[in-house]
């Protein structure tokens, strides 16, 4: 599916609020495709208020939402190994009332959770405001709201 960044918002926001948790999203994507954008607008959609800075060079932020949800937000692409991630507090995530929204998840490697969503976001042309928008999901995630597609699902 392809959105306007500004639909991307909106669907993001959209998952904030109605969203099921705990939940775990990966965000798939080049640099500049979206992910943080994305991130970002399903956390203001959960309550987060205030700016939210990239976590590349912290690897991981904690907000506090609305109704006691948390949004946890990270950055994966300093990790070096993903053994590494122990020392982030893996093993926690998810395991209360968080919206879990993890940026190049792929470094994970194995230690994915069971389930989760993935969604790969790319650009079809440099400079644009246009993302094409892929949604997967691994196991039995709750639902993610407002996605218009059918999804695949992953082992």
Known sequence: MIL???D????????????EV???????????????????????????????????????????????????????YRLRDPEELWELGWEELGQGPE???VEWPERAGPHLPEHRWSIRLRS?????????????RAGSPPHLPGFPVTVESRP
Request: proline content about 8%; hydrophobic content about 45%.
């Open 22 to 76: 705990p939940v775990f999203i990966g965000l798939e994507g080049a640099l500049g495709a979206g992910k943080s954008v994305l991130a970002r607008a399903v956390a203001s959609g959960a309550g987060v208020e205030g700016p939210m800075p990239s976590p590349t060079f912290n690897l991981l932020f904690r907000y506090p939402a609305r109704d006691g949800v948390e949004v946890v937000h990270m950055d994966l």
């Open 8 to 19: 991307l918002v909106r669907w993001g926001v959209r998952i904030g609020e109605e969203v």
């Open 124 to 136: 079809p042309e440099p400079g644009s405001d246009l993302r094409v928008v892929e949604v997967s």
């Open 99 to 101: 919206i879990v929204l």
């Open 4 to 6: 306007k960044e500004e």
